[in-house]
């Protein structure tokens, strides 16, 4: 809580004045949005808010009718920032600030000289309503919020937050405001920062931010098969870079780099970090285990590597790759015009025993598939009648298939991801990340609430929509039948 000295209230004519034209003001404005317009074609609504809100405004940069003074220091400055308030509008507002004016009427509240740089435009929503801010304004406006207990503002700067994780910023933000939800235990905030890490990854490797992630954060990272990179070496490398950088103990170092996924990267590369990558000299005992089994994988036959081995561990799950041999990218114009389709080729699965054999894919896209529920049926009432179908009532389709069988399929499964780009504050970034196996052909809530019809829909690029569809070859372990 906030230090603070004062002195015994002040009560003054000229607040009394200003506050009665204050409710005045009010009534006037709620009375006149509340007329009877039932019934009555001469009734309209005047709305005088903006006068209102204007006087507000005059109130606190002239300081007319002032009965509380507000003095703000920071260790940034000698000087104090004086602020001529009114107790009723700031006791509106803030539970804090009413117990802070109960017996007196000049308090100083000291701030760190973040929040203290703010201060102005804090008391400025106090009075107004409303306030604006840039990213790197969000956590000390969502301190100050949260210090003096206005909840629509804490509410606001949080909602402002999750919209502008795409934004660009010099430094990056996304990793300190994640930092920042977990030290107030805003779970919301966190998982909406969580998640578009993990979804845009590859752009936060390359970026200033990477090398501000903390231990935490990052090991939740790599236990996730949701990131969205070009590959496990891309993942490998910028750990690497993170551990150089942070030079953390032993103990965490060994829990980082055992939590890469060796088997994902070609032996080849493999070959090439050991005989390269201080880090990997440094800590070669801590994963000297991994690394083994990740040759042996490639080495063997998956079939035979399975006998010996629990394959369906996360070790041998891939993530997200954007790489050409996991998938391909898919830029459909104008989507809501008529069915398209489309093919590829994928690697049959990530064993160096499998990347020579291909597997081709067929993907149909419909922009307005109709759900049984919603399809035309014969009504009994009206011989022949068919029931009427609106094309909205439709919905988009993505349905992904094998175009081929083979025994080579024996012991893989494929598990399908399609991830949707969208343009959020002019970078294209991951939306949407839809997962299904291969037990389904179709994810069924593909797009449910994408309105495709609109130009100036968000799912759209320039009126296309941007998917990349990946394979993800998952093998079993085989169920040996006791005699």
Not at 446 to 465: P, V
Not at 468 to 474: A, D, G, L, R
Request: with cysteine; proline share 5%; hydrophobic share 40%.
């Amino acid at each position: 809580m906030a230090r603070l000295t004062g002195t015994r209230p002040v009560a003054t004519r000229r607040w009394g004045c200003a506050a009665s034209a204050f409710f005045l003001l009010l009534l006037t404005v709620q009375a006149a949005q509340k007329a009877d317009l039932s019934g009555d074609a001469t009734a309209a609504t005047i709305n005088h808010s903006l006068t209102l809100l204007q006087r507000l405004q005059e109130l606190l940069q002239n300081g007319n009718g002032s009965d509380s003074v507000l003095r703000v220091r920071s260790a940034a400055s000698d000087e104090a920032k004086v602020f001529h308030t009114h107790q009723l509008l700031l006791s509106l507002q803030s539970e804090v600030f009413e117990s802070l004016l109960h017996n007196q009427s000049v308090i100083t509240l000291h701030e760190p000289p973040e929040t203290a740089a703010l201060f102005e435009k804090f008391i400025r929503y106090l009075y107004c309503g409303g306030v604006s801010i840039l990213l790197h304004q969000a956590i000390p406006m969502h301190q100050l919020a949260s210090k003096y207990r206005v909840w629509g503002l804490q509410r606001g700067v949080a909602d402002y937050m999750k919209t502008h994780l795409a934004s660009e910023s010099s430094q990056g933000h996304v990793v300190a405001w994640y930092h920042y939800a977990v030290r107030i235990g805003d779970t919301g905030l966190q998982e909406s920062c969580l998640q578009f890490l993990a979804w845009n990854l590859s752009a936060i490797l390359g970026s200033a931010e990477w090398g501000s992630v903390s231990v935490e954060l990052l090991l939740l990272l790599l236990e996730r098969s949701d990131l969205v990179l070009h590959s496990e070496l891309e993942l490998y490398t910028a750990v690497e870079g993170w551990l150089s950088r942070r030079q953390p103990e032993g103990p965490v170092a060994k829990r980082v780099l055992r939590a890469i996924r060796y088997p994902m990267i070609a032996p080849n590369q493999l070959f090439r970090l050991q005989a390269q990558s201080p880090v990997l000299a440094r800590h070669y005992s801590a994963v000297q285990d991994l690394l083994f089994q990740a040759f042996q994988f490639h080495a063997a036959s998956p079939l035979h590597f399975a006998k010996y081995f629990d394959v369906n561990c996360s070790m041998f799950l891939p993530r997200n790759y954007l790489a050409p041999s996991w998938g391909s990218q898919w830029v459909i114009n104008n989507p809501a015009r008529d069915d398209r389709s489309t093919s590829f080729q994928t690697q049959l699965g990530p064993s160096s025993h499998d990347a020579s054999k291909r597997v081709t894919w067929n993907v149909l896209f419909s922009p307005r598939w109709l759900p049984v529920s919603l399809r035309p049926v014969y009504s009994d009432s009206v011989s022949g009648a068919v029931q009427p179908v609106r094309i909205e009532d439709g919905r988009p389709r993505l349905v992904i298939t094998p175009a081929m069988s083979s025994p080579d399929f024996a012991g893989v499964s494929f598990q399908k991801t399609v991830l949707v780009g969208v343009r959020q504050q002019g970078r294209v970034v991951v939306k949407h990340a839809y997962s299904f196996h291969q037990s389904s052909d179709e994810a069924a809530d593909f797009l449910a609430h994408a309105d495709l019809q609109k130009r100036t829909s968000e799912y759209l690029i320039d009126n296309s929509l941007h998917l990349h569809i990946i394979i993800k070859p998952v093998y079993h372990s085989l169920i040996k039948v006791k005699k």
